[in-house]
């Protein structure tokens, strides 16, 4: 599968945007969906993962209780809602695909195989 982000942008703080990850070239719904965000001069985080069915999410803490992930499989796509932004959410924000993700392992970069190219979201004070 083939992973494409976008919906990035700028944004004032407490604004809100929508990012997608569109998928393509594979059973899209075999896959367990992650965003992760870097902000310059920052590793990599995570930021929220949602399982095969969508049944399980997960997010970090920094983000939980404002930014929400979903997914269409019927349109192979990934959503990050993301609301109440402010400037320490500025970062380049990537999805990542992984076939053999389990609860226990969602939030770890090493658990999936699949990156596409982010799309920067940039939040003005």
């Known amino acids: 599968v083939q992973l494409q982000a976008s919906g990035g942008g700028l944004v004032q703080a407490r604004g809100s945007l929508r990012l997608s990850c569109a998928a393509s070239?594979?059973?899209?719904?075999?896959?367990?969906i992650a965003w992760f965000r870097q902000a310059p001069g920052k590793e990599r985080e995570f930021v929220a993962a949602?399982?095969?069915?969508?049944?399980?999410?997960a997010y970090a803490d920094s983000v939980k209780g404002r930014f929400t992930i979903s997914r269409d499989n019927a349109k192979n796509t990934v959503y990050l809602q993301m609301n109440t932004l402010t400037p320490e959410d500025t970062a380049i924000y990537s999805c990542?695909?992984?076939?053999?993700?389990?609860?226990?392992?969602?939030?770890?970069?090493?658990?999936?195989?699949?990156w596409g190219q982010g799309t920067q979201v940039t939040v003005s004070s």
């Open positions: 070239g594979d059973t899209f719904s075999r896959y367990a």
């Open positions: 949602i399982r095969q069915r969508g049944g399980t999410t």
């Open positions: 990542a695909g992984g076939s053999s993700v389990i609860p226990s392992n969602l939030r770890s970069q090493n658990a999936y195989s699949i």
